[in-house]
């Protein structure tokens, strides 16, 4: 529920905002706004939420955690209104719409904070009510940049009795906590209450509710990630019998002579367990030809045992670090900060905007990209590296380009030319292989083929690069591309 407005017009008197400064502005949520204030050498923190069932205004106590990357309407109002004198902070009539006039040396602006359930919003305007912009971008309403905002008439509003709450429902949980010790519960000033309640027990932006929601979230993530390792743990029990296959190729081999034409199946002594065994073959096959199968099918098991035990690892870190993150958000006492820890985890990976194509990996210090076909390598190679980045690419092979992006006064450590050479080879057709020669060189050393196909480059200055795939190698840079990603 949120605040009626006569709770509003209480919570404001008890501000007491007229005559004080904005000193900083911080908006930890897309719909979550905190005002750093200072007047007469007393210094308040002003939270404004416009979250559904939660619209509310209140001093706060609690620490007001930053976003990793500042928010668009943050940037702006700290560009106009930080620093700036609030002459004047009332609500119009019995509108849960507060109006703020602020100076800002010679300019004048107005920003009025609408606290309605689901029409929730903040907006600056110059001091003639053209809108300047807004928390939420609404142009039906012209609650845009070059919009006008015009207040409600407020004149013929009906008179409608609203109760403030006495929040009475908290005390006995208030008198159970340690704050108890220092203020009761009934010295407390609206404001505490409103903070108190809002933090603990809104429909929104509460720790109840966010509890809920991180639950609901692991729940989902940790039952598709134990799905999945079960898959890769069965898959790798079934690779189990590859020595198997193995010995069933020496046994053909050994009894050669005896396998006709036709035979679907052969059976034979075990010279190992001294037992009759029987064995599937190709009856349109040699015997040499069916060995030949068994064993090309051992070495493609036992290389993917290989693979499985790396895939199987990387869901087990995955599954330690849901786990992590969860513990970190129950342990966490404040709601803004756990709706910060949720959003993170929570984004759909369709809004996650790529600066650049291809894959990246953060190494030591060390940024290198990864093209992974012509128009990515050409988009790479076009608007994303500098002509004293390091190029690599596999010799008379196609594939994709891999980039190690320069840093000033650094020579590139050998282990750091191994990744790069490592995805290099992975990322080309020499992948099949295991091994591959390269070239490098700088990036202002690469000439564009005349004529040529869209990411052809004609390198000089080059030097040659020989590399065996390194499983444990490609492991460690996918667990870091995975850890960076938030995957």
């Not at 693979?307 to 513990?327: C, F, G, T, V, W």
């Not at 499983?471 to 995957?487: C, H, M, P, S």
Request: hydrophobic share 30%.
């Amino acid at each position: 529920m949120s605040l009626n407005c006569n709770e509003i017009n209480l919570a404001l008197s008890e501000l007491d905002l007229e005559g004080a400064f904005i000193q900083d502005i911080i908006q930890p949520g897309f719909d979550t706004l905190a005002l750093y204030t200072y007047k007469n050498s007393t210094a308040k923190t002003v939270l404004i939420c416009t979250a559904p069932k939660s619209c509310r205004i209140s001093e706060t106590r609690k620490k007001i955690p930053k976003n990793e990357k500042p928010l668009r309407f943050m940037e702006f109002l700290k560009s106009r209104i930080k620093g700036s004198k609030i002459i004047s902070c009332r609500q119009l009539g019995l509108e849960r719409i507060i109006r703020f006039d602020l100076t800002h040396g010679e300019q004048a602006f107005i920003m009025y904070v609408r606290l309605w359930s689901n029409a929730g919003n903040i907006i600056l305007c110059d001091s003639e009510g053209n809108v300047l912009d807004s928390m939420f971008r609404r142009p039906n309403k012209d609650e845009i940049t070059g919009g006008k905002y015009s207040e409600p008439d407020t004149s013929k509003k009906k008179v409608k009795e609203f109760p403030i709450r006495d929040f009475s429902e908290l005390k006995e949980e208030y008198n159970a906590s340690k704050q108890a010790e220092y203020t009761s519960f009934e010295n407390l000033s609206f404001n505490e209450k409103i903070d108190l309640f809002y933090s603990e027990h809104a429909d929104t932006l509460s720790r109840e509710a966010l509890l809920e929601k991180a639950e609901k979230w692991f729940n989902e993530h940790h039952s598709k990630l134990t799905a999945a390792l079960s898959k890769l743990e069965q898959k790798k029990n079934d690779f189990s019998n590859a020595e198997q296959k193995k010995h069933q190729g020496d046994l053909l081999l050994s009894y050669a002579s005896e396998i006709k034409p036709g035979m679907n199946f052969f059976e034979c002594l075990d010279y190992e367990t001294n037992q009759t065994v029987q064995i599937k073959i190709n009856p349109k096959l040699s015997a040499h030809e069916n060995a030949q199968l068994l064993y090309e099918s051992y070495k493609k098991e036992l290389s993917g045992l290989e693979q499985l035990e790396q895939d199987i690892q990387l869901s087990k870190d995955k599954i330690a670090r849901l786990e992590k993150e969860y513990d970190a958000i129950t342990k966490e006492q404040n709601p803004v900060r756990i709706e910060q820890m949720l959003r993170k985890d929570t984004k759909p990976k369709q809004q996650e905007k790529k600066t650049h194509p291809g894959l990246d990996f953060t190494v030591d210090g060390w940024y290198i990209l990864v093209g992974r076909d012509a128009n990515e390598n050409d988009e790479l190679l076009r608007r994303h590296v500098r002509g004293s980045d390091m190029w690599f690419h596999t010799r008379d092979c196609p594939g994709g380009y891999v980039f190690i992006k320069y840093r000033a006064g650094k020579t590139i450590p050998l282990d750091i030319m191994l990744d790069a050479g490592n995805l290099a080879v992975y990322y080309s057709k020499a992948r099949k292989n295991g091994k591959a020669d390269l070239y490098y060189t700088q990036v202002k050393y690469l000439r564009r083929a005349k004529n040529g196909p869209k990411g052809r480059v004609l390198p000089t200055q080059e030097k040659n690069l020989s590399i065996v795939l390194d499983q444990k190698r490609l492991a460690r840079l996918e667990a870091i591309r995975q850890e960076q990603e938030g995957i």
